[in-house]
């Protein structure tokens, strides 16, 4: 397929225009005009280029791309490296962040509910990004965690917020241990997400909320891999997803 199929198709299927972002979704680095092999991965680094060079892919497809917000705008020094690199190798690199969250059928917070077993009730929050939902069963606190652990091959970072069981949950993939709020406020047992800051611990045991910080990139390897899948079979496309682990 043509590059510009697999951008338009990407854009209007995860409705990038839709969100307001800290990078641009979409095409970020442009190289081969025709596409046959995908790789796709959770973060553009510089392992994960080295790893698509290996498999000979032509498009490199993550969820953490470049030009964030903030960032220094130079294309020099580790960003420089990687850039360049794509382009040596005439790889495309395109990268879907916040809509790739938030999608209904292949995103990271869908995804991880599939993975975990967990039914969705509804989202909302910001941008749609707060998942609400339950467990199959209640469950302590500990057992959850350990399902966690298991399931996503991870280490979690365990915050009690009292001796309630775990029935209703919110969960939403990455750095939104910000939403721990909103997630009390919907009346929920126990908020997941992948990282923790140093008030989460205070907000939920003042607030009476179990937290569990799942790992960033354990919780968003599903939805990219979900994303080159749903590409492959509408277009009869050859992918792989390449895991670089990161304990983060």
Known sequence: MQLKQLCDFCDE?????????????????????????????VTASQALIEAAIEARADTL???????????????????????????????????????????????????????????????????????????????SLADLAQQIEARLESSALVISGGDHPVERIAWCTGAAQGFIEAAAAAGVDAFISGEVSEPTYHLAREMGIHYIAAGHHATERYGVQALSLEIASRFAIEQQFIDIPNPV
């Open 61 to 139: 497809i993550v969820h953490h791309g470049y030009f964030w917000k903030g960032e220094s705008q130079p294309i020099t020094g580790i960003k420089g490296r990687r850039i360049a690199s794509l382009i040596r190798n005439n790889i495309n690199l395109l990268a879907f962040h916040l809509p790739l969250d938030a999608h209904p059928e292949v995103g990271n917070n869908v995804q991880l509910a599939r993975i975990m077993g967990w039914q969705i009730s509804r989202s909302g929050g910001e941008q749609g990004l707060l998942f609400e939902g339950s467990l199959p069963a209640p469950s």
């Open 13 to 41: 299927y995860l409705k990038v225009d839709d969100f307001n972002d800290y990078c641009p979704n979409g095409l970020q680095v442009e190289g081969n005009p025709e596409v046959k092999r995908i790789v796709c991965g």
